[in-house]
């Protein structure tokens, strides 16, 4: 997983309040839009990518309020 991906599936995860059943279903539902989980979709003939499910807890895991305020904080000072 990249850090844009582990970021997005943080997000959606933490924006739903999701159990890591849902975050497993959401990460690799073709029904969710794979932008919000910040990967692009799988061109055409090509599979798309699954994160398996102790992938998503050793990563997304570690993506929690503080560190989205850190980020956000970041952000806003570049900005």
Not at 7 to 30: H, I, K, M, P, Y
């Amino acid at each position: 997983m990249d850090l844009w991906q582990i970021l997005g599936l943080g997000v959606v995860r933490l924006g739903l309040d999701a159990d890591w059943n849902r975050s497993e279903d959401t990460g690799q539902s073709s029904h969710v839009d794979p932008s919000n989980a910040g990967r692009a979709a799988a061109p055409w003939g090509e599979d798309p990518i699954v994160f398996a499910r102790q992938s998503l807890r050793d990563n997304v895991a570690l993506v929690d309020d503080a560190l989205l305020r850190e980020i956000n904080a970041q952000i806003a000072a570049a900005g």
